[in-house]
């Protein structure tokens, strides 16, 4: 029975917090393990610059997350772990897909439907004022990553599925004009996955800059753990921990005992205070063997790179024979002598 591809990317713009960790890395790294996968980790570094043109804040990612990954032990034995610009033919692939999908169902793409919109509420005459090429075909790019490497399986958010749908249908639109050459991939989310609050209650997200970086030294955790916000209970008053961030966020390190535990001193009316000490020392000793990795391979660049460069010498060794295919496929080969 073959393997199954299972393909995942992380856009380089920024630090890996939390929420990245319980709902993506984790479950990802554990995938890495599982001899029945063929697990493919990639840092889109071309995706970022739709958003960010800060190229030293889109280097210093892509190192951040590359050291993170490995920190927490990615097996790059099993898997594929790679940067998306050190495989060229991602690229070239993109433009065969663009020349065979509709622009009608690029119109329909969440992310450049909500812009339109938000320029319409602010009143502007240009519907598509300040969105670039690159936003606007970005689910070309998502579904060239996905098919150069035929991956079975895509894990997203529920905010990424009209993407693989979209991949899909271009795919088939490929395959249709040229032959089969894609598999259509199939998004997988898992209901169990983790959605971790951040400082101020909503979902930690760069965007509204409420997370907690994964890495944080102790006395810098300590202080955002304290920041986050509570409600006015005073010490004694029994409380409901299904509505508190301080909870959502322990119960995702926690075993099944510790959660347990805690709800009691929920119930029993514990304090803010040592709630938040609670989850500090919770969330440091969860993280602190991995940190201390974490630290000693950014001093180390040099290594982090070398796994990159090794895992893009393993990717290339599928994508440069399949491009080759494909060009032939469209008609782009050389001449016969």
């Known amino acids: 029975m073959s393997k199954q591809t299972v393909l995942t990317g992380i856009t380089t713009t920024g630090t890996p917090h939390l929420g990245n960790y319980v709902g993506a890395i984790r479950p990802a790294i554990a995938a890495s393990k599982d001899a029945n996968v063929a ?35 990615l097996d790059t034995s099993n898997a594929v772990f790679y940067r998306q610009s050190d495989v060229p ?18 119109n329909r793409a969440h992310a450049y439907k909500a812009s339109v919109a938000d320029n319409e509420h602010n009143g502007e005459n240009d519907a598509d004022k300040g969105i670039s090429m690159g936003l606007f075909s970005y689910p ?19 905010d990424q599925i009209q993407h693989i749908e979209m991949a899909r249908d271009i795919a088939a639109r490929f395959n249709h004009i040229y032959g089969e050459h894609f598999v259509l991939p199939e998004a997988i989310i898992d209901a169990n996955t983790a959605t971790l609050s951040g400082l101020d209650g909503r979902k930690m997200s760069k965007s509204y800059n409420n997370t907690i970086p994964l890495f944080e030294p102790e006395k810098k955790l300590k202080k955002l753990i304290n920041k986050i916000k509570t409600n006015s ?56 063997p991995a940190r201390e990795h974490y630290d000693e391979l950014m001093q180390k660049p ?10 893009a010498r393993k990717a290339r060794a599928i994508s440069v024979p399949f491009i080759k295919q494909l060009r032939e496929a469209v008609g782009i080969s050389r001449i016969a002598l």
């Open 233 to 288: 209970q005073e010490p004694g008053e029994p409380k409901d921990p299904t509505d508190c961030t301080l909870f959502s966020i322990y119960q995702a390190f926690a075993t099944a005992e510790e959660i347990a535990a805690i709800k009691q001193r929920y119930a029993d009316g514990i304090g803010w205070g040592d709630m938040k000490q609670q989850l500090f020392e919770l969330i440091n000793t969860h993280v602190a």
């Open 302 to 311: 040099q290594h982090i790179e070398e796994q990159l460069q090794e895992g």
């Open 89 to 106: 033919e991602i690229m070239e692939l993109t433009w065969m897909l663009t020349c065979v999908t509709a622009k009608g169902l690029m």
């Open 140 to 158: 070309v790019l998502m579904a060239a990553d996905i098919l150069m490497f035929n991956a079975h399986k895509v894990p997203v958010g529920k």
């Open 39 to 73: 697990p493919f980790y990639f840092l889109a570094d071309y995706h970022a610059l739709i958003k960010c043109h800060e190229p030293e804040k889109v280097r210093q990612s892509s190192l951040e997350i590359a050291a993170t990954w490995l920190a927490l032990g």
